[in-house]
């Protein structure tokens, strides 16, 4: 048992890091991005629908890059405790998979934190349960609450 926690203790720190070293290439290549000038065609203006703005916290449809404000919100204010970013972290990860394009597509974080509470009990992973758990319990607690709203 000592040696599946020491294990996935390990496995969590090389995945923090791995999201750690993307996030620092995603906000330098949304930084390069932000430079750029939209293509437009001569004649017409580039038309993109308005995306309503989410106000509360809303774990069932929520995008990566909310759960990522929100993420850092709970850790300045002390809401959320630094042994669970790793959690949400994975969890914007895995949504995304990396891609920035799907940052601001909605996911179902609590589907994912529960299948990820699933799986770890399936596996009798203490461990997991314990990480996946602490997810959902969060999760539940702060559904409803106020997001921060990007500054523009």
């Not at 330098?28 to 308005?50: C, F, I």
């Amino acid at each position: 048992m000592k040696t599946n926690i020491s294990l996935f203790d390990t496995l969590q720190q090389i995945r923090s890091q791995q999201h750690n070293r993307q996030q620092s290439l995603l906000a330098s290549y949304q930084q390069k991005d932000k430079t750029k000038e939209p293509v437009t065609t001569p004649g017409k203006t580039p038309t993109e629908p308005a995306k309503p703005v989410q106000t509360h916290a809303d774990f069932s449809q929520m995008s990566a890059r909310q759960l990522g404000q929100w993420l850092q919100q709970g850790l300045k204010s002390g809401k959320i405790v630094p042994e669970q970013e790793a959690v949400f972290k994975t969890l914007i990860y895995s949504a995304t998979a990396g891609d920035a394009n799907n940052s601001d597509k909605a996911f179902n974080f609590s589907e994912k934190a529960q299948q990820g509470l699933q799986s770890a009990i399936r596996r009798k992973d203490s461990s997991a349960m314990l990480f996946w758990g602490n997810a959902v319990q969060n999760m539940k607690k702060y559904q409803g609450e106020k997001l921060p709203q990007p500054t523009a």
